[in-house]
Nanobody, 113 residues
Framework: QLQASGGGLVQAGGSLRLSCAAS????????VAWYRQAPGKQRELVAS???????DYADSVKGRFTISRDDSKNTPDLQMNSLRPEDTAVYYCNVQGGNLNYWGQGTLVTVSS
C-alpha cells in the first residue's frame, strides 16, 4: 500500500529527497516515519512525525535529515543532506497507529566516499 522512491547513488556530502506514495487512504493514521536497514544490520528508525506535530530523529541524522508530511495524503518525505557513507541502506516509509502498521517497499540509498 506504500511505495518509497527517490533513492539512488550519491557522493558523500550530497543530498537526496525520498518520497512515499500510498495506494489507499491512510489519512487518519497518526504516525508516519522513515526507517532504514543497512546490510547485516537491524532495521532502525530514522525519523518520525506523530499527529503532525511531534518530530523525532535518530541521533545519527539530526541536523542533516528533515522529515515532513504531505498533509493531504498523510505520507512522509525525507530530505537528506550532507550524506555519509554510513547512511547507505534501504530506506522504508512506514505509517502506523493502533493495530495498523503499513510498510512500503524500500528504496536503496548508496553513498560513495
Amino acid at each position: 500500500q506504500l511505495q518509497a522512491s527517490g533513492g539512488g547513488l550519491v557522493q558523500a556530502g550530497g543530498s537526496l529527497r525520498l518520497s512515499c506514495a500510498a495506494s489507499g487512504s491512510i489519512r487518519a493514521i497518526p504516525v508516519v516515519a522513515w526507517y532504514r536497514q543497512a546490510p547485516g544490520k537491524q532495521r532502525e528508525l530514522v525519523a518520525s512525525i506523530m499527529n503532525g506535530k511531534i518530530i523525532d530523529y535518530a541521533d545519527s541524522v539530526k541536523g542533516r535529515f528533515t522529515i515532513s508530511r504531505d498533509d493531504s495524503k498523510n505520507t512522509p518525505d525525507l530530505q537528506m543532506n550532507s550524506l555519509r557513507p554510513e547512511d547507505t541502506a534501504v530506506y522504508y516509509c512506514n505509517v502506523q497507529g493502533g493495530n495498523l502498521n503499513y510498510w512500503g517497499q524500500g528504496t536503496l540509498v548508496t553513498v560513495s566516499s
